[in-house]
């Protein structure tokens, strides 16, 4: 069992930049890949971005496609989204997730409240 904490979010204004961290409790870390997702009131959780394991590897939406940098410190089993030039519709519960293999996402964080006022 895996166990995710995510911390780093808060208000804050429109263009403005926060940074999540998604710590996990494993000894294994290297062999997960680590994803962030997040959820608007009244939407469906959405897919954020990608790392694969050793963290040379990564994707995202489009909609966050340069502005948000996903990121790891394997030495440090955390996970992180950089997230620059924040807009309203950012506003949303972030959640990170792992997985070891396949598609499906293995566990799950209780998620992080962003955010963005206009």
């Known amino acids: 069992q895996v166990q995710l904490v995510e911390s780093g979010g808060g208000l804050v204004q429109a263009g403005g930049s926060l940074r999540l961290s998604c710590a996990a409790s494993?000894?294994?870390?290297?062999?997960?890949?680590m994803a962030w997702f997040r959820q608007a009131p009244g939407k469906e959780r959405e897919y954020v971005a990608t790392?694969?394991?050793?963290?040379?590897?990564?994707s995202y939406a489009d909609s966050v496609k340069g502005r948000f940098t996903i990121s790891r410190d394997n030495a440090k089993n955390t996970v992180y989204l950089q997230m620059n030039n924040l807009k309203p519709d950012d506003t949303a519960v972030y959640y990170c997730?792992?997985?070891?293999?396949?598609?499906?996402?293995?566990?799950w964080g209780q998620g992080t409240q962003v955010t963005v006022s206009s």
């Open positions: 997730a792992a997985r070891l293999s396949g598609r499906n996402w293995d566990y």
């Open positions: 494993t000894r294994t870390f290297t062999n997960y890949a």
């Open positions: 790392i694969r394991t050793i963290g040379v590897s990564t």
